[in-house]
């Protein structure tokens, strides 16, 4: 469903979509998004409004300048920015409801019935700013669920809105799946304590490391000692500032011998343009990934872990869908509503689409074996 079908030839079948016309009004004078005909006839019309400006390249101007000549709306741009800050709270129950509605997907084997959840985030920037200037990105916080291919949260922070594994609610009984940013383990606590179990990749320096006495453990001379393993399977311990340490299981798999040329290579490269040591220990765990799960062993074997982990690609390919495919790009760099209200038009757009690209196609790539 492209941008010209959503403000244009296809917008019938988006608002059935949606829930139809006459609960789309109630909801939207319910919400306060729309009080009153005053420029926007109706709420519908208010909707469409807002889908073509940030769907669209055309500014405050011009999508005001395009409503008129439509017949959509009459008011000018500084009165469609008010009506787009007032949109947010309509466009979360929207989003909300087609996540809730998401059906579930084909099974993951490795998963052995259970929910899994991928927790990641990505950048994009503000308009009229670069990427990595002070203040010039949002932070789109996610959640992707398999086996339904879905998003079911997401959070749009500034870039000061860290990365927390515990930043959405659990599910009872999922697995959460995490990158090295969601070694946090009073975070990870909170998801343990919520009824979750979790599989995060580690870096060796990443953590306390502890034993069963509550000793420091040498994670590296681990490693070392493995030299004729493919597999590390051990209990160990994490320390916490805010409570007992953790007691989890280290999974180390062995990469293969061009994977670890490949990062030992990107290693040096990153030290010597940096102008920066490389430790030794660094090199080592370079050969590795490292896996920190609360699965229980009997249940869940190394491999199996390993197996849950390569999932995680799985969000990638979704933020990729949502920046390239959905078009998200630069949502508005000064106004923290109107950036919000851009990204929900975005997820609006992937979860109206998704279920027809299902119907028309089959499977989506992202259900393929990792």
Known sequence: MAYESLVHSGWQGVLERLGGTVHLEHEARETKAFRRPRGVKCAVDLLRLTLAYCLGSMGLRLTAAWAEAAGVASLSNVALLKRLRNMLPWLEVLVGRLLAAASGGQAVPAAKGRLIRIVDATVVAKAGRQDREAGGVWRVHAVFD??????????LTDELGGEC????AVVPGEIRLGDRAYLQPDRMAAVLEAGADIVVRARWNGARWL???GGKLDLVELLKKARNKDCLDLPIWIGRA???????????IRKPPEAVEKTQARLKAKAKQKQRVLQDATLVAAGWV???????????TASAVGDLY????????????LKSGAGLARPPGEDASVAKVHVLCHLLTILLTEPLLAE?????PRREAA
């Open 290 to 300: 490292i896996l920190i799960t609360s699965l229980d062993a009997a249940a869940f």
């Open 146 to 155: 398999l086996p339904a291919e879905r998003f079911s949260a997401f959070e």
């Open 360 to 364: 028309q196609l089959g499977d989506s």
């Open 165 to 168: 594994f515990d930043r959405s």
């Open 310 to 321: 390569r999932l995680r690609w799985r969000i990638e390919i979704a933020f990729k869908h």
């Open 211 to 213: 034993d069963a006495n």
């Open 242 to 252: 805010g409570g007992e340490p953790l007691a989890l299981r280290l999974i180390a």
